[in-house]
């Protein structure tokens, strides 16, 4: 298990910190994804587990034993960046073995060991070639080969897969996560994306400003964000955020009265202020102009109407921008769901079941 508690970092040549109350405790063999904006201090926990950047306060638990201070090799922990770092004048089997024999493991070791780990990544017929003969997810492979014959307690990758094409991306995505689940090995994983997040997470750590803003799974995340920010970071297209009164039980938004459903009300956990400003959440696939829901008599359907400004057809769904006095609302429709032209008015049924309160003020999201 690894813990980090209270971590901190603020760098010399920075006023801020990087890193802030950082606690989380990993348990072996999770997926661990620390996602966040550029900046958000995903990196610098990551090299701080390593050993590659001091801990300026907390402590960093590997088991029971505090790390803060042991020796980056100590750490018994391999890593995989975004480039590949490999030695260009090495073949594919050196550049594997190269970790083993500066440790001075015998050379038939390092051999089996290469071997066994080419085969785990389909790498076996490449092994004497040089990497400029190599494709960039060839390339990633064999660093993550470099990693495996380490057999670490930990594995620790920094967008590994920002190099390579989107294609390549979602195909090298699957295989590292049915990798690291066949291996048992725990890993942490940084990226900006949060597609990448959601798919290969076991849980997923989600960063802002150095602070952590929500742990959970990805399924959790993306049905109870913590607040706006985590509402409008996971999910694509992106939340609809509107801004809404209070007002005798009800959420006003221009001319339209919203009642949330009571399962709903039960679970808000602030006492709602009368005239005071909230932010409702709707995600764009809770936005719906099939017959059924248009048709339901259940109180749980909202139905009002918007201007179409633009269709975009992507084929399996249909993606509709609209108009709500000014603000934009995306809304994420089947394709067989009865459609209109840009320039018209659509009927839309809002799915409140799936609604979100967030208070403006503090972003918090007050359903829980
Ligand atoms: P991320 O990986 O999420 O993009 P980083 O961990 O690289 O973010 O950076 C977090 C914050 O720490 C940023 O504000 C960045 O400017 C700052 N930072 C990173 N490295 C250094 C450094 N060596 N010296 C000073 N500030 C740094």
Do not use: W
């Amino acid at each position: 298990m690894i813990e980090l508690k209270n971590v901190q970092k603020k760098y010399k040549n920075n006023d801020n910190y990087s890193v802030e109350n950082f606690n989380l405790k990993i348990e072996d063999g999770e997926f661990i994804v620390f996602v966040g904006p550029s900046g958000c201090g995903k990196s610098t926990t990551l090299r701080m587990i390593a050993g590659l950047e001091d801990i300026t306060g907390g402590d960093l638990l590997f088991g029971e034993e505090r790390v803060n201070e042991l020796h980056p090799k100590d750490r018994d922990i391999a890593m995989v960046f975004q480039d590949y770092a490999l030695y260009p004048h090495m073949t594919v089997r050196e550049n594997m073995g190269f970790g083993l024999k500066v440790r001075k493991e015998p050379k038939e070791e390092i051999a089996q060991k290469v071997d066994e780990a080419a085969k785990i990544i389909g790498l076996e017929e490449y092994l004497d070639k040089k990497p400029k003969n190599l494709s960039g997810g060839q390339r990633q492979r064999v660093a993550l080969g470099r990693a495996i014959v380490r057999n670490p307690r930990l594995f620790l990758m920094d967008e590994p897969l920002s190099n390579l094409d989107a294609k390549l991306r979602v195909s090298t995505r699957v295989e590292i996560t049915s990798l690291q689940k066949r291996l048992g090995v725990t890993t942490i994983y940084v990226t900006h994306d949060q597609v990448e997040a959601m798919t290969m997470a076991d849980r997923m750590v989600v960063m802002e400003s150095g602070i952590i803003q929500q742990v959970g799974t990805p399924v959790e995340i993306y049905d109870n964000p913590n607040n706006l920010f985590v509402a409008k970071f996971i999910g694509q297209p992106q939340i609809n955020l509107i801004d809404t009164v209070y007002k005798d039980g009800k959420f006003i938004i221009g001319t339209d009265e919203i009642e949330l459903p009571n399962g709903i009300m039960k679970r808000v956990n602030e006492d709602l202020v009368e005239n005071k400003e909230y932010v409702i959440g709707i995600r764009p696939e809770h936005m719906k102009t099939d017959r059924l829901s248009l048709n339901s008599e259940l109180d749980s359907i909202f139905k009002t109407h918007m201007q179409v400004k633009h269709i975009e057809n992507m084929g399996n769904e249909i993606i509709q921008y609209m108009d709500l006095n000014g603000q934009q609302i995306i809304a994420k429709l089947e394709r067989r769901a009865n459609l209109v032209d840009k320039g018209e008015d659509c009927e839309i049924g809002i799915d409140l079941t799936k609604t979100f309160i967030f208070n403006k003020e503090t972003g918090e999201n007050i359903i829980k």
